[in-house]
């Protein structure tokens, strides 16, 4: 069975770009040396965006087709089906599945950055159901907040899509995060902002010790299944 690793952080933190690294490192690892005669078998995919249904939920969100409560539970439904239908089908092909966002997203966003409490009930029951039967581990990569917004808008040219990503509403969703990873039993959680102060800034330094702390704990002592 594949070891799940979700990669969490506000936009623009650098998932994607640390998925695409890791993925590309693993594949071309050499662990012979621990007797394993063959190239890890990894997957990168994203909780939103793996079934075309996902994908054109993304776009109607993008487009600003739906309210914000529309997008919050369809948020939650193919977040729940990824979790229960596409790892379910695939976890025994591989050997690591990393992925792109968790259901911290819609803790971090909805829950705590809307304040949508009325959705936290549904939320802790579909994922106690699902968190007994498999076990996912976290990257949580903590970005620089002061840059996040004024990034966010140049890169991608959305100022109306992200017009409520205010500094109050900002400071919400990172605090979500981090009460989300505190909860949680397996998780690495690296700073940017920290690297960078200890050794300099650079995506390449940042990429290094990011993928150290992966390798560290989850490939040293990786076996394959007897």
């Known amino acids: 069975m594949a070891i799940l690793v979700s990669f969490d952080g506000i936009d623009g933190c650098g998932k994607t770009t640390t998925i695409q690294h890791f993925k590309s490192k693993l594949e071309n690892l050499d662990l012979r040396d621990k007797g394993i005669n063959r ?14 249904e996902s994908i054109a939920f993304r ?12 997008e919050a539970l369809g948020f939650l439904y ?15 092909n591989y050997d690591f599945i990393l992925i792109d966002r968790s259901r911290a997203s819609f803790y971090a966003y909805q829950i705590f950055g809307r304040g949508f409490q009325e959705y936290m009930p549904m ?4 994922c106690g159901e699902d968190d007994a039967t498999m076990e996912m581990n976290y990257f949580y990569i903590k970005g620089n907040k002061a840059k996040h917004k004024e990034m ?16 109050s509403f900002h400071a919400k969703v990172y605090n979500g995060f981090e009460d989300y990873m505190a909860r949680q039993k397996s998780v690495i959680s690296i700073s940017s902002e920290q690297i960078e102060q200890d050794y300099g800034p650079g995506i390449d330094i ?6 150290d702390a992966f390798y560290n ?10």
């Open 78 to 92: 193919h977040a729940t089906y990824f979790y229960r239908q596409w790892i379910k089908e695939h976890q025994g």
């Open 123 to 126: 939320y802790t029951s579909i």
């Open 206 to 211: 940042f990429l290094k010790h990011a993928y």
């Open 217 to 226: 704990r989850f490939v040293a002592n990786f076996k394959l299944p007897e």
């Open 152 to 167: 966010i808008i140049k890169e991608r040219n959305e100022l109306d899509f992200f017009e409520s990503m205010d500094s």
């Open 59 to 70: 776009k109607l969100v993008l487009d600003g087709k739906l309210s914000k409560h529309e």
């Open 39 to 52: 190239l890890l078998r990894v997957a990168n995919t994203k909780l939103i965006g793996t079934t075309d």
